[in-house]
Structure formats: C-alpha cells, structure tokens
C-alpha cells in the first residue's frame, strides 16, 4: 500500500546539509507517472503537488490523492513521496487535512495579517494532531513575466510564523510564478540571509522554474530546502508534443500514431528527463 511522508525529517536533513528536495506540480495522470519514474529512476525521494486550479481540473482532492496512490502502487514506488496541497486556501488546505494529504501549503496573503495568524495556527494544530506537514508564504511570491506584482519577505514575519510552528517556509525574494521576463532583477539574495539568519526551518523557493542555475544553487547553499517547479515541464510538454505533431507523427495510420497515448508519450518523456536534470540542479541524494 501507498504511503504518503510528511517530509518534516527530509526537509531538516536538506537545510543541515544544503541540498534542496524538488516539489512538482502535476496536472494529470501523464505528469504523476513522469514525476515518480524520475523519482524511481533516480532513487530520490519527491513531492508531488497540486494546485486547487489543477485539483478541479482533474475531479478534486479525493481524486487526487487517489490516483497518486493507485500510480505509486502499480508502480512499486520505494522512495519517500510527499503529497502536497499547492497554494490552498482555509477550505482547501482543511479539505486536504481530512482526506490525508501529508502536506499542506496554507496562502493567507490575500487575509488580513491577523486572520491570516489566527486560520494559520488553527492549521497548524489541526495538521500536526494528525502527523501532517505546514508550509505558509511570507511576502509574495511574484506572477507570471510581472517583476511588480511580488511583495518582499518581511524577516518578523518569518519569525511569527516560524513560532507559530509552521514547518517550512516560502519566502517572497523576487521570485516569479511562470515565465520569468527579460528584465527580471535575480534573487534578493540579501533578504534571504537575514531570514536564513533569524530562523532555522527549511525554506523554500516558489517560480523555480526559470531561475538561473547558479542562483537556485545559491539559494540552496542559503537554506533553501524545497524548490517548486512546474512551469519548466509545461514547456517541456508542449515542445516534446510540438514536434511531435510537427513531425507529423500523428498522421501516421499505420502505427496508429493518432492514438492518445503514443500523442502524450513524448511530452511525458521529457518531463521525467527535465525532473532528472532539476535533481542533479537541486543535488537531491538518493534515499538509501
């Protein structure tokens, strides 16, 4: 039978030792297969995500759940996976606590600060009464090709949500969510010291997809333990199918190219080779 980590003991190992454990998003059953034969193929222990977008997209958070358990039983998955809620609102992350995610990611950042304190420290206690991991954001995390739309970490504000006992921490460095524009800055390297200074649990790095290798290393080498893709293998996907059908490989009758799932095996192929070349990026040692 599936079992699902909570990651606390994975994350510490990976601040203390400064490598990162990649957290990817999946979209649908071909992304989950990808995302675990990588992590089987490598012997590395991964988190699997969704985001309530893609959660709807796919029949709920039951299905989910579901569905990553009845892949990593086919399978025959040995190494740690996490499930992870991505960006979920109070119902979302409650929702997610009851139907056994071992993680959620709990986003108040659109609350007022003391709601937001109050909903997290009730999430908090809920979660960990049943072995379940939290992460919360501070500042926040920028959109897609729009340096203006993020909101710089506050160092006190990693220090209350740290007290509140949320396990891992995202933190607003002038990282992006989806295509990172010409014009993008960097990291704010500076501001992720003084969190790294002032707290001890591991960090994390949303907008992976996009940052420079030797940024993402650096962040790492900071405190950074987790680091999110998800927009690098949509691109993959869409350049593996691209060619595919640009190859006109879905016209070919004979070998029934048209059929869906010789459509959607290139795509899948190139999300497990994009997850193997994150792993080495992210220095993720496999599991014993």
């Known amino acids: 039978m599936a079992y699902f980590d909570n990651g606390n003991k994975l994350f510490d190992d990976a601040r203390k030792n400064h490598y990162a ?11 989950t297969r990808a995302i ?19 959660a709807k997209y796919m029949g709920g958070y039951k299905f989910v759940k579901d569905m990553v358990e009845d892949q990593m039983d086919a399978m025959g ?15 979302a992350a409650i929702e997610c606590i009851n139907l056994g995610y071992s993680s959620v990611m709990f986003d108040g950042h659109k609350l007022p600060i003391e709601e937001n304190y109050a909903k997290t420290k009730e999430i908090v206690q809920l979660a960990h009464s049943r072995g379940i991991a939290v992460e919360a954001e501070i500042g926040k995390v920028g959109e897609n090709q729009d340096t203006s739309s993020g909101e710089l ?23 992006i969510h989806g295509i990172y524009p010409t014009n993008w800055p960097g990291l704010n390297f500076d501001r992720l010291q003084e969190i790294a200074d002032a707290i ?20 790492i080498s900071m405190g950074i333990a987790k680091v999110n893709i998800n927009t690098e293998f949509q691109l993959a996907f869409q350049d593996a199918t691209r060619k595919y059908i640009e190859n006109e490989l879905d016209l070919n009758t004979a070998k029934k190219g048209y059929d869906p799932r010789k459509l959607l095996l290139p795509g899948t192929d190139a999300i497990t080779a994009k997850m193997k070349d994150m792993i ?6 496999a599991v014993a």
């Open 21 to 31: 454990i990649g957290a990817y998003n999946i979209n649908n059953l071909e992304w």
């Open 200 to 219: 001890d649990i591991p960090l994390v790095l949303h907008g992976g997809s996009g940052i420079p290798k030797e940024q993402v290393q650096k962040a």
């Open 280 to 285: 080495e990026w992210l220095g993720t040692p």
């Open 36 to 54: 675990l034969r990588a992590a089987a193929e490598t012997n590395t222990p991964v988190l699997i995500q969704v985001s309530m977008g893609a």
């Open 153 to 175: 970490a506050d160092v006190e504000d990693a220090m209350a949500f740290a007290a509140m006992g949320v396990d891992r921490l995202a933190c607003g460095i002038g990282n």
């Open 77 to 91: 998955i040995k190494v740690p996976v996490i499930l992870n809620l991505d960006h979920g609102d109070y119902d």
